[in-house]
């Protein structure tokens, strides 16, 4: 049921399950640039990718805001962009051509606007396309947002070659029925996935497997082996490629592998550059090519991929990315490289002192569930009183199991983590956690749900 | 009690308040070694000795710590004095085996031996689990490194109690306490720190690079730094702080004289009710400052926590010995705050109690805490 | 055993809420478990000494002693003051 389209980057169909596009704010401001501009609430409809392509490529700006997005969330990006969009009329009288803004959160919590030229997006659409095969027989299930900078390579690439998007509606993906629906009547045969979609697929499958998807793209997170497992039964014939990337840079490393090699591997690698993609690591050594590396080595990656962001929509002008004169982006994100594989060490400003000891929150979410004994893991600090408490919280591994009691976790946990790195706090959930716009769990809407126990 | 020790005692407080004693604002840095050699056959360092380390003996190296600070013009030599009996002697004999304390108590109670403890570092003050400095276990001996400064008494001391990250085979056991000697190889205690009061107690920086401690060397258990850093900074501020309130007795005095001899309008000044109440006011602070650390001597051998009281006394003297000098100076006029009056010295080695041995702002924090005050 | 008991219960009260006195084994290592700091012993230390009458500001005290609940709790019977007549 639903509709057919035409984007004009392309050519492709969409078939869509409910929704409409609204049109938030949309002005026209007819400039020297002949600059145009549009805010839309992210719907998944064929309307919305025809108004957004047609906008993009006359050389107007396009923000993607959140679906369920309030009206004066809605009007503060607007104005954002209005008042970017006149302040490049009057300043820049070359063409850039088109901008895709997409809210991305900082690390403060505030949302920043990151801004896409379409340039950018169209190498990267042919990228996709060529590696993973896109074509008209191509039949994308979409389970992500189309705010998120995934949607790039779900969405728009697939459409850009010919294929079918199969939409998920992301209000319902905890809905088991739905989304095992989505899959049977459509056989997708391409499915990307964020830890948080991953399991709500797992869960909806409930043990059936679907042959037609050929490629598995996992990103935007680290997932349970429990998880990989359960995926590779569910997929059995497709490749698994792991994807690390950022809504300022899109993705620039991939690992590509078996669905034996993702279920069994302990940490997936974040692989190798995407062709026309530099990464760097920053260690004590230097910065070094991730290509030409030997020795064992450990920093921040620092990369630079032919679709890059221009910078941050801030105040009506756009904030460069990049120091000036360098333009390598810092992705704040710690990385290690040995036995020949880069692997992810996690959030650098996930790395606080906890009594005096460097822990890594990340790495000890990845300890909780490396026990196999949870599905997701959530860790904080909060000092009281000068002092501080080391709190996590967790779920069960999976919709049969139970959420396991807190000293047998502990007991697995401190199997693989020094004391000083152990939460003191266990918080045990037993529904899914809430979750945040980025499909991320939403920690303080954790916190306020203990409290209120 | 009349001991020996009691009588070289008193006629040691005697020689110390002689006026020929009476000295102007110290020169800067210079430690007082005469003195300290004075202090040290008055046996003042073997109160632990004869009294033992619990309430008797607290009681009496508070009341001597007292003494010392009401006639002694060196206020930084009584804090040198304090950390000798604090840092190290209190130490050893609390926590240390007999052979340790066989080897380092005759030298540290005789004053021939110098000593002090090195907690703070660069980037851990307050924040001690914050330290880096590091001691790991490799057969019959630990390797040190590591950096640490604000030592009381580094410039010349003999040996340091050293509180560092203690790694045995590879697994953090916690922070522990090592007696290390200054001239060993690896130790450099070369850098003094130029204070703005106190001047007459060295202070400095110390580093360890690579220092073979003999695993004989460790005061008490492997990991059991913090409990006998949490004892030993106790037993060090209930005497740092009978030396301040001494301090205060010697303002009282010195006021005292001076309004009954300085005359206005005809009359002695400290017929002036403003004027006199400003030294009844250092007066009982007085009072109340030494009723609880006697009364936190006395419960040390008890039951019960100690540290809100502890912290209180502590905050208390230090800021009311600070607000003492100030009185003393408006008492004093014009004549008090001349270079040539040693009232200015009092103001800068009083100021400093707000800091040392824990921050009195911290501290505060710490009583609401345990208040169960949730921030 | 009362004082094994009333230590779990205090452990269980204060610091692993999420369990049960019950649950918590004996032997269980506290520090590697993360249900003990080098801080919270020090509070656990101030419980041992009102309760049970301990002159904890005045004995040497090693902390492997304290790394499970039978070693608190024997740690409490060899110094405690203020045994009760059973």
Redesign the interface.
């Known amino acids: 049921m639903g509709s057919t389209t035409k984007s004009t980057i392309g050519t492709g169909r969409l078939a869509v399950s409910a929704g409409k596009v609204v049109d938030a704010v949309a002005g026209i401001r007819e400039g020297r640039a002949g600059d145009r501009f549009g805010v839309y609430r992210a719907v998944k409809s064929g309307r919305l990718v025809d108004e957004c392509a047609e906008l993009l490529n006359r050389g107007g700006v396009v923000a993607l805001v959140p679906a369920a997005s309030s009206e004066s969330y809605v009007e503060a990006i607007a104005e954002q962009i209005e008042f970017f969009v006149r302040s490049q009329a009057e300043a820049e009288p070359a063409e850039r051509g088109g901008i895709l803004a997409l809210p991305t959160s900082g690390s403060t919590g505030a949302p920043k606007l990151v801004a896409l030229p379409v340039a950018g997006i169209e190498r990267f659409v042919r990228w996709g396309a060529a590696y993973f095969g896109f074509g008209p027989l191509t039949v994308s299930l979409s389970l992500s947002p189309w705010n998120f900078d995934v949607s790039l390579l779900d969405t728009w690439a697939v459409l850009a070659a010919g294929g079918s998007v199969v939409v998920a509606d992301t209000a319902r993906l905890h809905d088991t029925a739905y989304l095992a629906g989505r899959l049977r009547d459509h056989c997708p045969t391409f499915v990307q996935v964020v830890p948080s979609t991953l399991d709500a697929l797992v869960n909806a499958a409930d043990g059936a497997s679907y042959a037609s998807v050929r490629d598995v793209v996992l990103t935007g997170g680290v997932a349970s082996r429990a998880s990989r497992i359960s995926a590779a039964r569910m997929f059995p014939r497709a490749k698994f490629h792991n994807v690390y990337g950022a809504t300022e840079i899109n993705d620039c490393l991939i690992e590509t592998m078996s669905a034996v090699q993702f279920a069994e591997t302990e940490t997936l690698p974040l692989g190798s550059p995407i062709d026309g993609c530099e990464v760097f690591l920053d260690s004590d050594g230097g910065t070094q090519s991730v290509g030409h590396l030997h020795a064992e080595a450990e920093g921040e990656l620092l990369v630079r991929t032919p679709w890059m962001a221009l910078g941050y929509i801030t105040d009506g002008a756009l904030r460069p990315l990049t120091a000036p004169g360098d333009d390598l982006y810092p992705m704040k994100d710690q990385a290690s490289w040995s036995d020949g594989h880069l692997h992810y060490l996690g959030r650098r400003d996930r790395t606080l002192k906890l009594r005096g000891q460097r822990i890594n929150l990340d790495e000890i979410e990845q300890a909780a569930r490396r026990t196999e004994a949870v599905g997701m893991a959530c860790a904080w600090v909060e000092e009281t009183g000068g002092a501080q408490q080391l709190h996590l919280a967790y779920t069960a591994p999976g919709p049969e199991h139970q959420v396991p009691s807190g000293l047998r976790l502990r007991l697995a946990m401190s199997a693989r983590l020094p004391a000083f790195a152990m939460p003191n706090l266990l918080h045990p959930f037993t529904a899914p956690f809430p979750l945040n716009g980025n499909g991320k769990p939403d920690l303080s809407s954790i916190k306020s749900r203990i409290e209120s126990e | 009690m009349t001991t020996i020790t009691e009588d070289r005692w008193s006629g040691f407080i005697k020689e110390l308040s002689k006026p020929a004693h009476e000295s102007e604002r110290t020169q800067p840095g210079d430690f007082a070694a005469g003195l300290w050699e004075a202090a040290s056959d008055s046996g003042v360092f073997a109160t632990f000795a004869e009294a033992g380390t619990h309430a008797t003996g607290m009681k009496a190296a508070i009341s001597r710590m007292r003494e010392l600070g009401r006639t002694s013009p060196d206020r930084g030599l009584t804090f040198s004095a304090v950390t000798q009996l604090a840092s190290t002697i209190y130490c050893l004999r609390a926590f240390a085996d007999k052979a340790l304390c066989d080897r380092y108590l005759p030298g540290a109670e005789s004053g021939t031996a110098i000593g002090g403890h090195a907690i703070t570092e660069p980037d851990a003050g307050s924040d001690v689990m914050n330290m880096t400095s590091t001691a790991t276990l490799c057969g019959e001996h630990y390797v040190l490194t590591g950096a640490k400064c604000f030592i009381t008494n580094a410039p010349v001391a003999a040996t340091l109690i050293v509180y560092a990250k203690t790694v045995e085979d590879g697994v953090d056991k916690g922070i522990s306490a090592f007696l290390v000697e200054t001239n060993w190889p690896g130790v450099d205690t070369s850098k003094t720190m130029e204070t703005a009061g106190l001047r007459t107690s060295p202070i400095g920086e110390v580093t360890f690079d690579n220092v073979h401690v003999p695993v004989t060397q460790r005061v008490g258990h492997s990991g059991a730094g913090l409990l006998i850093l949490d004892q030993v900074m106790k037993r060090e501020i209930l005497l740092a702080f009978a030396g301040n309130i001494g301090e205060m007795d010697q303002l009282v005095a010195r006021s005292v004289h001076y309004v009954n001899n300085r005359k206005q309008f005809g009359t002695s000044i400290g017929s002036n009710q403003l004027v006199a109440n400003r030294i009844a006011e250092t007066q009982i602070a007085i009072e109340l400052g030494a009723a609880l650390l006697d009364s936190v001597a006395d419960r040390l051998d008890g039951f019960d926590d100690v540290t809100v009281a502890i912290a209180a006394a502590k905050i208390f003297i230090s800021e009311a010995n600070v607000d003492s000098v100030v009185n003393a100076m408006r008492v004093h006029g014009g004549n008090g705050y001349l270079d040539s009056s040693p009232l200015g010295g009092y103001l800068l080695d009083a100021v400093p109690g707000a800091i040392y041995s824990g921050s009195n702002d911290l501290l505060r924090t710490k009583i609401a805490t345990m208040l169960g005050i949730h921030s | 055993m009362p004082i094994l008991n009333d230590v779990k219960n205090y452990i269980v009260e204060k610091?692993?809420?999420?369990?049960t006195a019950e649950?918590?084994?004996s032997d269980?290592?506290l520090?590697?478990?993360?249900?003990l700091?080098?801080?919270?012993?020090?509070q656990l230390?101030?419980w041992c000494?009102?309760t049970?009458?301990?002159?904890?500001?005045?004995i040497?005290?090693?902390?492997?002693d304290l790394k499970t609940p039978e070693g608190i709790a024997c740690f409490i019977e060899a110094n405690r003051?203020n045994v009760v007549a059973s």
């Open positions: 610091f692993a809420t999420d369990l649950e918590l084994p269980l290592d520090l590697a478990t993360g249900i700091t080098s801080i919270t012993t020090v230390l101030g000494g009102r049970y009458q301990i002159p904890i500001n005045s040497s005290i090693n902390p492997d003051s």
